[in-house]
C-alpha cells in the first residue's frame, strides 16, 4: 500500500522516525479497523532503508477511513511511500474464532430460550468475548449447559461458513437477522453458518472458514448488565482449553488436599459441610448451656436487686447474636418478674437483647433500655 496521510499529535505531518507515534493511513490495507464490537487488527508495516513500525491498533474514524495507531521502531515512513503491511495473523484467528461464535451463540440463545432473545451487544477480543441479549432472568445451569452443547455440535460439524452480498431487503428476506436500530448501506453482507443454515446474520466482521477452526467453546459466566439485558462471557479455541486444564489442576489440587481422587470430592466437601454444621451446632449448645448457668464468660451474672427490680444481666463472648432473644426469653422465665439483659460480644462488636417482664412493662420499656 501506498502511505496518503501522517498524523502525529493531532495534526499532520509528512514524515515520522524512530520513536514516533503516529497514526499511519494507506491508500489499502488488510486491516480490520475495530466496529461493530470486534477489535481492531495489529501487526507490521515495513519498507525500504530499514523503516519498521509495529501497528498497535486499528480504528474506523468516520466509518470508511482504516487508522493504523503505530510506534515508529526504525527507520522514517513519509507521505507517498510504499510499504508492506502485514496483520497478526495468529491474533486474527482468534478474533475470527470468537466473532463467528457470537453467531453461533445468538442462535443457540434463540432455539433454547425463544424469538425474544436479540443481540444488545458485543465485544470481540482475542483472548474472549462478551455477548449482551436481551432475556428476563438468569440462565439457569441446565440451560448453560445446553447452549454450550449447541454450539459445539455446530463446531463439530465444520460446515463451511458462506458470505453473500445482498440488498438489505433481499437479506432479510433470506431470513437474516438485522439489529433493530442499525443502519445499512445499499448492500450488506450476509453470514450464514452451520448445519442446514443454523446461523444467517448481516455482519462485516472477519470470520473463520469453517465453523470446526472455532475448535472448541466454553462459557465462563453469565450475568446481568442492566434490567432484561444478559451477558455471557465466553472463550473458543486454545484459550477455552487452557481454561479447562486451568480448572482440572485446581481440582486435583483441591483432591490432594482430601488425599482423595477428584471425583471423590464432591461427596469429601458435603461430608465436611455437614460436619461443620454439627460442630457449630454443638458450640452454640455449648454457649447457651453457659449463659443460662452463668460463671465461665459471664459477667454479673444475677439476679441482683436493684432498686427493687429483680435484675439479671451478661456479658457473653462468642454467642451467636441469632440466640440471644430466645435466651433472654429463658431468663425472664427464671426472674419470674424482673428485666433480664445480655450482651453478646463477637470480633469487639457487642449485640444488645433486653426483655422486661409483663407486671413491669407500665414502668419500663425495654428499647430505652437497650439505647441506655
Not at 477489535?39 to 474514524?61: F, H, R, Y
Not at 493504523?68 to 515512513?77: F, M, Y
Not at 450488506?188 to 466482521?205: I, N, P
Not at 477452526?213 to 439485558?229: M, N, P, Q, R, T
Request: charged fraction near 25%.
Amino acid at each position: 500500500g501506498q502511505v496518503v496521510a501522517l498524523v502525529k499529535d493531532g495534526a499532520r505531518v509528512e514524515t515520522a522516525s524512530a520513536g514516533d507515534h503516529v497514526t499511519i493511513l494507506t491508500n489499502q490495507t488488510p486491516f480490520y479497523g475495530e466496529s461493530g464490537g470486534q477489535m481492531g487488527d495489529s501487526g507490521t508495516i515495513a519498507g525500504d532503508n530499514g523503516l519498521s513500525v509495529t501497528v498497535e491498533d486499528t480504528s474506523k474514524p468516520l466509518g470508511r477511513l482504516h487508522a493504523h495507531q503505530a510506534k515508529v521502531e526504525s527507520g522514517t515512513i513519509a507521505v507517498g511511500q510504499t510499504v508492506s503491511l502485514a496483520i497478526d495473523a495468529e491474533r486474527r484467528d482468534q478474533i475470527r474464532a470468537n466473532h463467528s461464535a457470537t453467531h453461533l451463540v445468538h442462535a443457540a440463545l434463540r432455539n433454547r430460550l425463544g424469538g425474544h432473545v436479540t443481540q444488545k451487544g458485543s465485544l470481540v477480543a482475542a483472548d474472549r468475548f462478551r455477548f449482551d441479549f436481551s432475556h428476563p432472568t438468569a440462565l439457569t445451569p441446565d440451560e448453560i449447559a445446553d447452549i454450550e452443547a449447541a454450539v459445539n455440535a455446530q463446531i463439530r460439524a465444520n460446515v463451511p461458513v458462506t458470505t453473500r452480498l445482498m440488498t438489505p431487503d433481499d437479506a432479510i428476506a433470506a431470513g437474516a437477522m438485522a439489529l433493530f436500530g442499525e443502519k445499512y448501506g445499499d448492500e450488506v453482507r450476509v453470514l450464514t453458518m452451520g448445519s442446514d443454515a443454523y446461523s444467517v446474520e448481516l455482519c462485516g466482521g472477519t470470520h473463520v472458514n469453517a465453523t470446526g477452526d472455532i475448535a472448541l467453546f466454553k462459557i465462563v459466566s453469565e450475568s446481568a448488565v442492566s434490567s432484561g439485558v444478559r451477558r455471557i462471557e465466553a472463550l473458543t479455541g486454545e484459550a477455552a482449553r487452557l481454561w479447562l486444564v486451568e480448572r482440572e489442576g485446581l481440582l486435583r489440587d483441591v483432591a490432594g488436599a482430601f488425599k482423595t481422587n477428584p471425583e471423590d470430592v464432591p461427596a469429601r466437601v458435603s461430608a465436611l459441610i455437614e460436619e461443620r454444621k454439627r460442630l457449630e451446632r454443638e458450640l452454640a449448645d455449648a454457649k447457651k448451656a453457659l449463659a443460662m448457668g452463668g460463671g465461665g464468660s459471664a459477667q454479673a451474672a444475677g439476679p441482683e436487686d436493684i432498686g427493687g427490680v429483680a435484675f439479671s444481666g451478661q456479658v457473653l463472648d462468642g454467642l451467636d447474636p441469632k440466640e440471644l432473644r430466645g435466651l433472654v426469653d429463658e431468663a425472664k422465665q427464671r426472674l419470674g418478674e424482673g428485666i433480664a439483659a445480655l450482651v453478646a460480644v463477637n470480633d469487639g462488636r457487642a449485640s444488645v437483647a433486653v426483655g422486661v417482664t409483663g407486671g413491669l412493662t407500665g414502668r419500663f420499656n425495654a428499647v430505652d433500655l437497650v439505647k441506655a
